[in-house]
C-alpha cells in the first residue's frame, strides 16, 4: 500500500461512523479515512450499500463501491430493528463525527435525530447531507446529482450552444457537495478545541451546486444578462474550442486575448490575419467568431494531435490533446506523480484508481486499505468500540441484528 | 447582511493570508472566510487580481472577482520590491494560514519557500495550489481548469455521444480543487493542536480533476472499458435523458430502472410497453435504447415542461425542468432558502450571489462583509497585524511598495 502503516495522517485517532450511500457521503468519509480518520461504514444487513450491486464489477465487487470507500472499516446493522438502532447510538456514543446523507425524517424515525445525538454524545459533530437541506417545503423531495445541475442551471451552462443543455461528465455536485460537508466537518473540529462541543453541520446538494455558478446569477439579476451554454468555445475570447487534427485527436486551445492572438497567428504562419480588419481586436474577433475559429480548425486538421499541442506550447499558447481514458491509464507520469495509485483489495484483486488530492508534508493522507468487504470488520469495530465479544456479536447477528 | 456582526465562525480569530488570484485559491480563502477566518487578499499595487478586468462589470466592479472575495479584507503589495516582500514575510509571521496559486517557484524567488516560512513561523499552515503540484517534471507547465479537464479525461466524458468532448460549463476542476486545499488546511489545523506546529498543503489541478472520474480508471485497466460521453443519456439504465417539452423547455426525466420502467410507461397511458419484447428487461431497453427515447421524446413534446415533471414526481419518477439561470434568480424559493443571497458592496451597491453551502448550527459561517476594494484596507490590517501607524504606511505608499 502507499504509506508506511506507522504513518498517521492529521486525523488520525479521530471516530468516524459513516451511514451514507452513493457518493456525497462516502466521498466526504472517504476524505476524512485518506487523512487518518478511522471511519467506520455502517451498511444494511444482507445486501449493504446500493452501490455494491453497480456494474461494472470485477470478482463479484462493483468498482464504483470500491473508489469510494476505501480507507473505511464494514460493519453491518440492521438498521429497521430497533435493537440495532440501540447498538447505533451506542457506536454514536463512541463516534467523533457521524456522517450521513439518507432523506431527511430517516434518522429522527431511528431515533437519532440531532438534539437525542447531541444529549447523547455532546462532542459529536453529524454532518447531514441532503438534496435541498434539512428544512424547508422541499426538505423530502428526492434530489440527486442530476436534479441539481438541472434544477440550478448549471445544466444549462453546460452543452453545444445550438444543442440541448447537458448533464457534465461526472457527479460534479456530488464531489462539491462531499467535500463542503468535509470542510465543515473539520471547521467544527477547530471549534470543539474552543467549546468542547461538537454542532450539526448541514449541506446540500442544491446549496453547494449554487455555489458553482461562477458570476450567472449577479449577472442575471443586475445586468439581464443570461449565461448559458457556448459548447467549447472561450466564454469571454476567440479563437478558443476544442478542434480535431489529422489524426483523430481533439485539441482544445486557448488563444483569443489580444496577447494570445499574435502567437496563434505566428504558429500557423498567418500573420496576415493580424492586418484583417474581421480579427484585429478581441472584440472584432468576437463578432467575425466563425470565420476565425474555422481558420484555426482548418489548420488543426492539417497535423497531429500531439504536434499541435507541441507548437503551441512552445509559443505559450495554452493547449492540450484531449486524453481518453485510455491515454490517462496509458500515461506513465500518472503513476509517477501518484495521482494514479494502485490499492490491493481482498477478493477485487489490485486495482487502480485515483491517487491522494490532498498532499501534506508532515503527517500525510494515506491510503491504508482498500474498501471493506460487506461487514468485514464487525466484530473488529464491536470489540474496540463497543468491548464487546465474539459470542456477543454471534448472538446479534443470530438474532438478524448485524 | 446575513449573520448578526456579533457572530463568530468556527474560524473566528484565526488569520489567513490569501495572495491568490482566479478561482482555485480564491474560493478557498473564501471558504475559510465564510466560516469566520480573518482573511487578508493581498494584491499587485496598481491593477491588483486580474480578474477585477475581467467583464462583466458593474459600476466598475468586476462581478467575477465580487463571487469569489467576500468576506475578504484587501491589502497592496508591490511584490517585486525586496522591501514588499520584507513585509510579506512580516505579515506572514503573523498568520495562521497562508494561501498561494502562482507558478511553482514563484514564492521561492521572493524569499518565501516553504523551508524559510516555516523556520519564521512554526505554526503556519501553507497551501499551495497549483496545475501539476509543486514537483515533478510538468511542475512549471501552465495549467488551468480546461487544461486540467482535457489532460485527465474528464473534458473527454462531457458532451453528446456523436459530437467534441466538451468543458463542463463551469470551472469544477478549480472548485474542487479550491476545496480540497480547504479541507487540508483545516485538517492540518487539527494535527497543529496535537504538534504545535504548520505543515504545507500541496494540492493540484490534475489531482483533484483525477478524483473526479468516478469508476473510469479500474474500469479501464482492469476491464478494456473506456468510459466517454454520453450526452444526456444515463450511463446505466434506459430510458433516461434531456427531453425538449411542447413550450420549449427541457425536461431531465430518469426512469429507466426496471423497478422505474412501468411507472412512467403508466404515466405515459403506454402501458402495452410492458409487454413489447424489446422493452422488457434493462438489458432489452439498452439495446433498443433509440426507440424507447423516442418514444419518451414524443411524449414529452405533447407537453408542457412543468406539467411533465410534476406528472412524473407524483408517479415517483426522478424528474426536473431544466432550469435557465432566469429560471433560478426570479424563483423565490432559492432566495426563502438563502442559497440566494443579498450582498453590500460599496461601489457595486447590492448583488445577489450564492449563499453558504455550509450550515452550521452553533458557530454557522456567515456573509459578513462583500469583496474589498483594492488596497481598501491596507492601514487597518497593517495597523493590526503589524502596529504601524498612518505615517509608515504613508512612506511605504509614497516609495511604491504599497
Known amino acids: 500500500m502507499h504509506a508506511p502503516s506507522n504513518n498517521a495522517g492529521p486525523l488520525a485517532g479521530l471516530r468516524v461512523l459513516d451511514l451514507s450511500r452513493f457518493i ?3 466521498h466526504c468519509a472517504m ?8 471511519v467506520v461504514k455502517v451498511e444494511r444487513t444482507g445486501t449493504g450499500d446500493d452501490t455494491r450491486a453497480f456494474e461494472p464489477q470485477v470478482n463479484g465487487e462493483s468498482l464504483y463501491f470500491l473508489v469510494f470507500n476505501r480507507n473505511k ?3 453491518t446493522l440492521n438498521l429497521r430493528d430497533p435493537r440495532a438502532q440501540d447498538i447505533l447510538r451506542r457506536l454514536i456514543a463512541q463516534a467523533d463525527v457521524l456522517i450521513e446523507n439518507f432523506r431527511p425524517g430517516t434518522m429522527e ?5 440531532w438534539d437525542e445525538l447531541h444529549a447523547l454524545n455532546p462532542r459529536l459533530i453529524m454532518a447531514r447531507i441532503s438534496g435541498y437541506g ?3 417545503p422541499l426538505a423530502t423531495e428526492p434530489c440527486f446529482d442530476a436534479i441539481a445541475q438541472a434544477a440550478t442551471g448549471l445544466m444549462e451552462l453546460t452543452g453545444p450552444a445550438d444543442g440541448p443543455p447537458t448533464v457534465a461528465g461526472t457527479f460534479v455536485v456530488d464531489y462539491c457537495t462531499a467535500l463542503y460537508a468535509a470542510i465543515g466537518v473539520t471547521a467544527a473540529l477547530e471549534q470543539r478545541h474552543r467549546s468542547g462541543v461538537g454542532q450539526l453541520v448541514d449541506v446540500s446538494l442544491v446549496g453547494s451546486a449554487m455555489s458553482l455558478l461562477v458570476t450567472a446569477i449577479p449577472a442575471q439579476a443586475m445586468l439581464g444578462q443570461a ?5 467549447n468555445r472561450d466564454r469571454f475570447t476567440a479563437p478558443g474550442d476544442v478542434y480535431r487534427a489529422r489524426d483523430g485527436k481533439w485539441v482544445f486551445l486557448l488563444s483569443g486575448s489580444d496577447a494570445l492572438f499574435p502567437r496563434i497567428a505566428s504558429v500557423m504562419e498567418r500573420n496576415d490575419l493580424l492586418s484583417d480588419p474581421r480579427f484585429s481586436t478581441l472584440k472584432d474577433r468576437m463578432v467575425n467568431r466563425a470565420a476565425i475559429e474555422s481558420i484555426v480548425a482548418a489548420w488543426v486538421a492539417q497535423h497531429d494531435g500531439d504536434e499541435i499541442v507541441s507548437r503551441a506550447r512552445a509559443a505559450e499558447i495554452p493547449g492540450a490533446v484531449v486524453s481518453t481514458i485510455g491515454d490517462v491509464v496509458r500515461n506513465p507520469h500518472w503513476r509517477e506523480a501518484e495521482h494514479i495509485v494502485t490499492v490491493k483489495h481482498r477478493t477485487a484483486g489490485e486495482y487502480p484508481m485515483h491517487g491522494l ?3 501534506m508534508s508532515d503527517t500525510p493522507a494515506s491510503i491504508r486499505d482498500a474498501s471493506p468487504t460487506l461487514g468485514e470488520h464487525t466484530e473488529e469495530v464491536f470489540r474496540e468500540w463497543l468491548g464487546m465479544g465474539p459470542e456477543q456479536v454471534a448472538t446479534l447477528r443470530s438474532e438478524g441484528i448485524l
Chains 1, 2 share one sequence.
Do not use: E, F, Y
Not at 424515525?109 to 435525530?113: P, V
Not at 449565461?227 to 459548447?231: C, F, K, L
Open 24 to 26: 456525497a457521503g462516502p
Open 31 to 38: 476524505q476524512l479515512g485518506d487523512l487518518g480518520a478511522d
Open 73 to 75: 472499516r464494514g460493519i
Open 109 to 113: 424515525k431511528m431515533g437519532c435525530g
Open 134 to 136: 434539512q428544512l424547508g
Open 227 to 231: 449565461t448559458s451554454r457556448v459548447g
Open 357 to 359: 488530492p490532498i498532499r
